[in-house]
């Protein structure tokens, strides 16, 4: 039977497509990836699209939790601080009620009380990265302290932070709930102790003190706020890590490339491309001319 | 009854017959390589015989034809695989194109609907952090930049095949005028009883490169070959051809008019004209739509949530994003406001609220009007153009490997083989050295009879 003489044409195609396979090999060895154009596979490079827009999100929930962190440990820190400036007034309190301490001693003690009472203040107004963290959904100066007292300025608003999908965590508990707790303002409460040291009456400094010590742990009791969402963070970040552990795998499964698969195809179109070599060079010149003298 | 001169007459027409035959195996060898050749074969017949009383001679050989050893059913399966190999094989260049800007994970419109809504998280947690409003902006217009940079690079894809569907016109025109100038010698030849071979041949090597080009009806008829396009406009009918033109159609794009002067764009779909036009007049619009309707719909969802809140100066939300709605969405879509306190963060008016964040949060995972959220849309377009492209580059190699055994199939029935003319060659060469040594007895023979009667005694 005649066969086609001209077989070169086919040879050479074998060789193309055995170098086009190398060069695939070596794009995917190079880029760790088997997808490098959505015809590799559409499929993948669809779902690589919404894997890569997942990660991205987790990636964001992750920075939202470091974030959050931050921010409730600079609130949970000023409200430590603001527990041990309490139980310094309540100390002075303590001392005040003596009914023995003398003019002078109890005027140390009403100074010592402002002071505890700026403090609170000052505490009460703290910032974390320009944002007051007790003035609820305002952007001024939650705390004042006037002729007339301390006056709120913030409001009992409240934000969400995502973080995770479908997971929100509230980001901030407003001064009015922490210092303007059922009893009253935790300055006006020092306020009142302040009056009764000035007053000089044991039983007015005693019911003040009380008052300030109920402050207390009204105080402490929001900061436990902080107390439990650090912790449902931390939760939240292993959660979170593990997702992106989770992300990254599923991905590589998706347009990773499998790199010893990789590397013994491109070993095989190697050798298939010298045999192809190999075999053009050996075929081409025969012919029975090669025979005829 | 015979004769030495009637020898003498056999071996000299027996000498022209096989050097006609070495002229035929020597054409062959010379055109080996020679694109479109179709071997030939010198075909010899037996002369008639005479008969003298009880006795029949034979009258040596002749040469009857040279004939062209060919498969015209094996050529036209040829042109029509060329069709659909040319077709699909523009369709993957113009294709590659489109998915490059489509092709990475980590950047371009994807990227930008995960870095836009990141940045809206982020504000979360501060809404009045004004380099996180600026982050949103940032974000908003790298978006936007990249869908108007897409739109921008399709159209760019989709103008430029103007060109090439210019030159493939113009190339078809000059293919079928020679056509249309080889049909009449061809035809006058085979009227003749004459092997046409030669400009068969060149004729058939123009009808696989206009197959390259556009998909065609080829019919033989006594006139020569009837070439039409597939919905029957004639472009070759004997020696006339009948030139297509160009003219700029909607869009800006270029139409294909029969020299009837009718639109005949639609009715091409084979060749690189027909894969071309596939792409430029179906496949970039469609993308290009699905492109707009994202555009347009992810606007349109995000200005929506900006209306239930308010920025940061306790104002109702204004439009995040401007365009102009339907076609050309991607094109026009632009970041609407240049101040970032003018995100509408708030859900009460106050500035340091985030409760507004949750609505235009609440866009990435909801569904637009065309049914999937915005980045399930953007996939499914990747998922789409992935598929337009790994389907051509499929049917390039489905079709190359098809047009690749018909080749063998004619290669084996018209190619030379040089083992076959040399074996050709050697018979011919052997067929003449017998011939002339018939004559050179038959010289002999004639001059020892010639001898004869020059050495015969005289009489006394």
Known sequence: MRVNPNYTPELLNSLWNVEQQEQNDILELSTGRSVNEPSDNPAAAAA????????????????????????????????????????????????????????????????????????????????????????????????????????????????????????????????????????????????QLVTALQSGNSTSIGDATTAVSSALNYVSQESGFYSNALSQLNSNQTFLQQETVSLKTQDTSLVGVDEATAATDLSQATTAQSAALAAIAKVIPQSLLNYLQ | MGSLSFAMWTAAQALNVDQEALDVTSNNIANEDTPGYTREVPILQENAAITDGNITYGSGVELTQIQSVRDQVLELQIAEQNQQQSSAQAQTNSLQQVQSLFSSSTSGIGADFTAFFSSLSQLSTNPTSEPYRQAVLTAAQNLAGDFQQTESNLDTIQSGLNQTVGQTVSQINTITAQIAQLNPQVGAMQQAGQDPGALEDQEDELIQQLSQSTNVQVTQTESGVTISTGNGTPLVVGGQSYALQTAEGSSGMTDVISAQGQDITGNITGGTLGGTLQVQKQDIPSVLTQLDNLASQFGTAINNAQGKGFDENGNAGQALFSFTAGAGAASTLKVAITDPSLIAASSDGTAGSGGNIANLLAVQTAALPSGASPIDTYSNLVDQVGNLTSQAQTQVSATTTSLNQLNNQLGAISGVDIDEETTNLMNYQRAYEAAARVISTVDDLTQSVLQMGASAPSAP
């Not at chain 1, 949970?76 to 309490?86: E, I, K, P, W």
């Not at chain 1, 140390?108 to 009460?124: F, G, K």
């Not at chain 1, 001024?140 to 608003?157: E, I, K």
Request: charged content about 5%.
């Open chain 1, 48 to 191: 690589d699209v919404e894997n890569q827009a997942a990660q991205g999100q987790n990636d964001q929930y992750l920075q939202n939790t470091t974030d959050l962190e931050g921010m409730f440990q600079t609130a949970q820190s000023t409200l430590s601080s603001v527990v041990t400036a309490l139980n310094q007034a309540i100390s002075a309190g303590t001392e005040g009620a003596n009914s023995g301490l003398s003019a002078s001693n109890l005027q140390s003690l009403t100074q010592e009380v402002q002071d505890i009472q700026q403090q609170v203040v000052t505490l009460a107004n703290t910032s974390y990265e320009g944002a007051y963290l007790f003035a609820g959904t305002v952007n001024t100066q939650p705390f004042t302290l006037g002729a007339g007292g301390v006056q709120y300025n913030g409001n009992s608003g409240t934000n969400t932070v995502p973080i995770a999908d479908g997971s929100t965590m509230q980001s901030n508990v407003p001064g009015s709930q922490i210092f303007l707790g059922t009893t009253g303002s935790v300055m006006g409460l020092l306020q």
